[in-house]
């Protein structure tokens, strides 16, 4: 029997009885997703400014390229600093949302419902991605909302670098 014959007899015998394969569990599913990040408008919204119908045709567009890539996933940044890109008794609204923070005049309508139900309408999963600490992305607080935790509760704050962040070892952070 020549020799090249012979080692593929031997791969096929060895293949054929388990010795390459895994007992490790497998995903029914793969997981493909894609971040979108919301702070200072890095891929959605372009502006905060921009009219809602400009936002939501801009939100569709990148559904609709990461569905044709075949992604099934989308982590959408929905807390970025001390905000929210829904109506929260927690946070107000988000300036890269809105244009302004606190305020909504523009959205008739839950963005995160529409969100959700525009990734669910392609087949997508919808994963909300929140910022539990950042609470200002720099150190412009004359931009914050009256309703920001800066503003109100100062004392939950730490300054680190040009930021600040929520203090995770205060108790009333821990608990709010």
Same mark, same amino acid.
């Not at 809105?98 to 997508?124: C, F, Y």
């Given at each position: 029997?020549? /020799?090249?014959?012979?080692?593929?007899? #031997?791969?096929? #015998?060895?293949?054929?009885?388990?010795v +390459?394969? =895994?007992?490790?569990?497998?995903?029914?599913?793969? +997981?493909?997703?894609?971040?979108? *990040?919301?702070?200072?408008?890095?891929?959605?919204? /372009?502006?905060?400014?921009?009219?809602?119908? /400009?936002?939501?045709e801009?939100?569709? /567009?990148?559904?609709?390229?990461?569905?044709?890539?075949?992604?099934?996933?989308?982590?959408?940044?929905?807390?970025? *600093?001390?905000?929210? +890109?829904?109506?929260?008794?927690? *946070?107000?609204?988000?300036?890269?949302? =809105?244009?302004?923070?606190?305020?909504? =005049?523009?959205?008739?309508e839950?963005?995160?419902?529409?969100m #959700?139900?525009?990734?669910?309408?392609?087949?997508?999963? +919808?994963?909300?991605?929140?910022?539990?600490?950042?609470?200002?992305f720099?150190?412009?607080?004359?931009?914050?909302?009256? =309703?920001?935790?800066? #503003?109100?509760?100062?004392?939950?704050?730490?300054?680190?670098?040009?930021?600040y962040?929520?203090?995770?070892?205060?108790?009333?952070?821990?608990?709010?």
């Amino acid at each position: 029997m020549p /020799k090249k014959l012979f080692i593929i007899l #031997i791969a096929t #015998i060895v293949s054929s009885c388990g010795v +390459f394969t =895994t007992n490790i569990p497998q995903p029914k599913k793969e +997981f493909r997703g894609v971040w979108i *990040a919301t702070v200072v408008n890095i891929d959605w919204p /372009k502006n905060g400014l921009d009219s809602v119908e /400009k936002q939501k045709e801009d939100y569709l /567009k990148i559904l609709d390229f990461y569905q044709k890539l075949n992604y099934n996933a989308v982590i959408v940044q929905i807390r970025a *600093a001390g905000d929210a +890109f829904y109506d929260s008794e927690y *946070a107000p609204w988000s300036r890269f949302l =809105t244009g302004k923070e606190g305020e909504n =005049t523009k959205w008739g309508e839950d963005p995160l419902q529409w969100m #959700i139900h525009q990734a669910h309408v392609r087949g997508l999963e +919808f994963h909300a991605w929140l910022n539990p600490y950042r609470a200002t992305f720099d150190l412009n607080t004359d931009i914050l909302s009256p =309703t920001h935790d800066y #503003i109100m509760n100062p004392d939950w704050m730490v300054k680190y670098g040009n930021k600040y962040y929520y203090d995770p070892g205060n108790p009333q952070v821990q608990k709010n």
